[in-house]
């Protein structure tokens, strides 16, 4: 078995849920929905997880998850901070509040990853079946630049409490071609979708499929992350900081240029996420429910 990295991105801010998600206790025992992603990720065969998170939070981090996982897997953890870019002007970060963005939580993990790696949010909840989708891929495909993504069906991730922010997916032959990001909800009876770019709102179905940020990477990927994060240094203060360096940018970027294939392999296991503190009721119902089914054991970490 190669050496198989889970890359957790935990330092965003959690506006709309108020507070972190990511330390949001899910079941009696404590556990967040963390625990279960590590869970089910080191049933699929990994043998390292990465946490990447604000430096002020790592004693919290080490005194939970840390705790609980420690014997079961490798641990380490790497910080996102706002003197981490590349701009010209290092001025820059006394004005920034928000985290660079997804591309470059990632980035700040090269020196940490050994090989191939799933990158997921802390505060989702995807089921085994999507990290064994991650690990079979990278069992079966050792081309260079060939990356994997897991898909859901928007109806399945939506949020009854409002808006949410998800990449839609353009698939050809069961690959990625497009990952649009966009702020989607329900008006009128249906499903709108607006591009976070400015372009014009559509209609989607339920049935379409968004990205919830799990992909699956070699470690050439970190390459072109470098040279992206690079380029968005270059853009002008004002848009340095009111923009992020995302994730499905970089990727659009690399499909348009034809220097990668993302294949999609759409999840077949549940979501469960916290957009809102509204979902926290939901989230522990379901996570409860998994347990009765006997999915997952009655003390996570026994």
């Known amino acids: 078995m190669r050496d198989l990295t889970l ?50 939070l790592l004693d919290d981090f ?24 590349f701009a010209q002007d290092k001025s820059i970060i006394k004005e920034r509040v928000k985290p ?28 085994f079946d999507a990290y064994k989708q991650v690990a079979n891929f990278f069992e079966n495909n050792s081309k260079a630049y060939n990356y994997v993504a897991v898909p859901y069906e928007y109806g399945k991730t939506a949020s009854d409490c409002g808006a949410v922010k998800r990449g839609l997916c353009e698939i050809e ?23 976070l770019d400015g372009q014009k709102s559509f ?10 940020n799990l992909f699956g990477f070699s470690h050439d990927f970190y390459e ?9 240094f270059k853009q002008d203060r004002e848009t340095i900081l009111k923009s ?14 034809k220097k990668i294939t993302i294949h999609s392999q759409p999840a077949l296991s549940e979501w469960i996420g916290m957009t809102y503190k509204e979902d926290l009721p939901l989230v522990k119902e379901k996570i409860s429910k998994l347990k009765e ?8 970490w026994d």
């Not at 080490?62 to 790497?78: F, L, P, Q, S």
């Not at 072109?224 to 968005?232: A, M, P, S, V």
Request: with cysteine.
């Open 293 to 300: 089914k006997g999915s997952y054991p009655k003390h996570l």
């Open 224 to 232: 072109l992350l470098l040279e992206y994060l690079k380029d968005f």
């Open 7 to 56: 890359v957790v991105m935990a330092a965003g801010m959690g506006s709309r849920f108020g507070g972190l998600k990511q330390l949001q206790p899910v079941d009696d025992d404590g556990n967040f929905l963390l625990d279960y992603s590590v869970y089910d990720a080191i049933k699929a065969g990994f043998n390292k997880v990465v946490f990447v998170i604000k430096e002020e």
């Open 62 to 85: 080490k005194n939970t998850i840390g705790k609980r996982i420690e014997g079961k897997i490798i641990v380490d953890y790497a910080f996102q901070r706002l003197e981490d870019n």
């Open 100 to 127: 660079w963005g997804t591309a470059s939580a990632i980035y700040c993990t090269k020196d940490l990853v050994p090989g191939n790696f799933a990158v997921i949010n802390a505060d989702d909840f995807y089921g």
């Open 173 to 195: 032959f069961n690959k990625i071609k497009n990952i649009k990001e966009c702020s989607i909800e329900k008006v009128d009876k249906q499903i709108v979708a607006s591009p």
């Open 203 to 212: 209609v989607i179905d339920e049935k379409a499929l968004v990205s919830m």
């Open 244 to 257: 992020e360096a995302l994730l499905p940018e970089c990727l659009t970027r690399n499909l348009e240029k």
